[in-house]
């Protein structure tokens, strides 16, 4: 059975600080891997989908990387800002199955 | 484009009462999903349509639960009764085939509290 693992659960950085979010997986036979964010009250909101041929994507201050093999996947998040502040989940698709989630990272950024 | 909606946003309800969410998916998306997502955790899949037929509704407990999408486009969910562990935010989501590589859009979600 896939599971999904983000550390850590919770950071707090201050305003204009690099970080990495981690994901681990535990069956590297994936079709893809999603990374997610999803604001208190709100609904999810796809950030980068990694296909399991690729090693990563980019979209503006975001990077996400994928070692199928190893079963890993990190979000780096270059200068943070406040509007970072949101929990970012990562997905799995282990084939034509559902997404199996984590449990999230909630991210502060501080001003 | 509008977004996926849902209604009720939020509900309060009693043990053993029944209580049922409604989703508009985004226009033209074929695939709607429900995910149940307690407090804490990830979501979780509850049912998967393909247009009005189901693909997926392996983790919905049907003894309780149900879901229909008479006409492919909206859907509602049913508990039936509702228990203290359905407290939970139920997301709907769509996309717009059911291939491996399709981004799924989600609703702001119905936040239900059971008493």
């Known amino acids: 059975k896939q599971e999904v693992t983000q550390i850590p659960a919770a950071l707090s950085v201050p305003e204009g600080e690099n970080l990495v979010l981690n994901c681990s997986f535990t069956d590297s036979a994936i079709y893809n891997l999603q990374w997610f964010r999803q604001d208190p009250g709100k609904g999810l909101t796809s950030l980068l989908l990694?296909?399991?041929?690729?090693r990563e994507q980019t979209s503006g201050r975001l990077n996400a990387s994928l070692d199928k093999s190893s079963g890993r996947s990190t979000l780096y998040i270059a200068a943070s800002q406040p509007g970072d502040s949101a929990t970012y989940l990562c997905a799995v698709r282990p084939g034509n199955t559902p997404l199996v989630f984590g449990k999230g990272t909630r991210l502060s950024v501080i001003a | 484009e509008a977004g996926v909606a849902q209604s009720p946003r939020y509900k309060i309800i009693e043990k053993r009462q029944s209580v049922a969410f409604w989703c508009n998916p985004i226009?033209?998306?074929?695939?709607l999903y429900w995910y149940q997502q307690i407090l804490g955790q990830g979501p979780k899949l509850l049912i998967q349509f393909q247009n009005n037929g189901v693909v997926d509704d392996s983790q919905l407990p049907k003894d309780r639960f149900s879901a229909e999408r008479l006409k492919g486009v909206d859907s509602t969910l049913k508990i039936q009764p509702a228990k203290l562990e359905d407290s939970a935010v139920y997301l709907c989501?769509?996309?717009?085939?059911?291939?491996?590589?399709?981004?799924?859009?989600f609703g702001p979600g119905t936040r239900l509290l059971v008493l």
């Open positions: 990694i296909q399991s041929s690729q």
């Open positions: 226009s033209g998306h074929a695939t």
């Open positions: 989501a769509s996309s717009t085939n059911l291939g491996t590589g399709e981004t799924q859009y």
